[in-house]
T-cell receptor, first 118, second 112 residues
């Protein structure tokens, strides 16, 4: 069954509005979750690492004030795209890792959120 | 140099043949390697993980790792049209070893 639940799967919003994406770890507590973004015909790029109870760690070039991450519990992380613009249109995918299996355990991905900004 | 490199393809193989995919990585300290399959419009799904040199087989899939040469490969035996997808090589790297970096992916087309 699914390890990660991501919602919504698809969202269309107007330029200037904000969109919140939820990611839930279903099978285990996740102190760390990872947010990726994928543009058409490109690979996944890590945006940020979400840490439960502390600030997220953003990758170089990712604006932390634009992509707000909240990891308020061990099973839920949210990504809010603030003041969205057409260039933010992308496929956003969250992932979790069962650290109880050790540092070598793979990432499990949610179904992704297709964001279209008009 | 990209951290994880793959041939973008498309790799076209006839049904029933073997598809061979290659991946090279730059971080010599990497310890964990994964192959994900991604269908168009969907998120990646894990198909293989490999951590030590040599071969690892799982059904029709075989992963091969050579840390000295810094490459990892994936073989798909008896390729089926349903195997048509983009295959992503991923490597844990970074100082803490907790950053999963993806290659650009190899698109595989299996023709009936």
């Amino acid at each position: 069954g699914a390890v990660v639940s991501q919602h919504p799967s698809r969202v269309i919003c107007k330029s200037g509005t904000s969109v919140k994406i939820e990611c839930r770890s279903l099978d285990f507590q996740a102190t760390t979750m990872f947010w990726y973004r994928q543009f058409p015909k490109q690979s996944l790029m890590l945006m940020a690492t979400s840490n439960e109870g502390s600030k997220a760690t953003y990758e170089q070039g990712v604006e932390k004030d634009k992509f707000l991450i909240n990891h308020a519990s061990l099973t839920l992380s949210t990504l809010t795209v603030t003041s969205a613009h057409p260039e933010d249109s992308s496929f956003y995918i969250c992932s979790v890792r069962d650290m109880a299996l050790g540092n070598n355990s793979p990432l499990h991905f949610g179904n992704g959120t297709r964001l279209t900004v008009t | 140099q990209k951290e994880v490199e793959q041939n973008s393809g498309p790799l076209s193989v006839p049904e029933g043949a073997i598809a061979s995919l290659n991946c090279t990585y730059s971080d010599r300290g990497s310890q964990s390697f994964f192959w994900y399959r991604q269908y168009s419009g969907k998120s990646p799904e894990l198909i293989m993980s490999i951590y030590s040199n040599g071969d690892k087989e799982d059904g029709r899939f075989t992963a091969q790792l050579n840390k000295a040469s810094q490459y990892v490969s994936l073989l798909i035996r008896d390729s089926q049209p349903s195997d048509s997808a983009t295959y992503l090589c991923a490597v844990f790297s970074g100082a803490a070893g907790n950053k999963l970096t993806f290659g650009g992916g190899t698109r595989v087309l299996v023709k009936p």
